[in-house]
């Protein structure tokens, strides 16, 4: 699976943002999927992640209930929408995703991920 991540940009603070992740080279049909972020000099980190049916998500503490991570997987897709950004949100953003075998977890380690998209930045400004 090849993954492609786009939608970032610069917003001010409490704008919106809505990321998206288009998969090709296989279907995402039984994928889990996640998004991670990393900002300068800090580790990589799980923001959210979703399904392969997209029944479930979980959400890292500090992004409950601002973000939300969805799928279309008839048109091998992914987004992230993102409301009431802050300038601790800024950072290069990645989606994964991993095959399942039909298990319906969300998965929240980047080992677990074994498909990456190339990142997208997002900026936010104070």
Not at 12 to 19: A, E, F, I, V, Y
Not at 47 to 76: C, H, L, M, P, Q
Request: hydrophobic share 30%; charged share 15%; aromatic share 14%.
């Amino acid at each position: 699976v090849q993954l492609q991540a786009s939608g970032g940009g610069l917003v001010q603070t409490g704008g919106s943002l809505r990321l998206s992740c288009a998969a090709s080279g296989r279907t995402l049909y039984m994928y889990a999927m996640g998004w991670f972020r990393q900002a300068p000099g800090k580790e990589r980190e799980f923001v959210a992640g979703i399904s392969w049916s997209g029944d479930n998500t979980y959400y890292t503490d500090s992004v409950k209930g601002r973000f939300t991570i969805s799928r279309d997987n008839a048109n091998e897709m992914g987004y992230l929408q993102m409301n009431g950004l802050k300038p601790e949100d800024t950072a290069v953003y990645y989606c994964a995703a991993r095959y399942t075998h039909g298990d319906g977890y969300v998965y929240t380690a980047g080992r677990d991920y074994k498909f990456w998209g190339q990142g997208t930045q997002v900026t936010v400004s104070s």
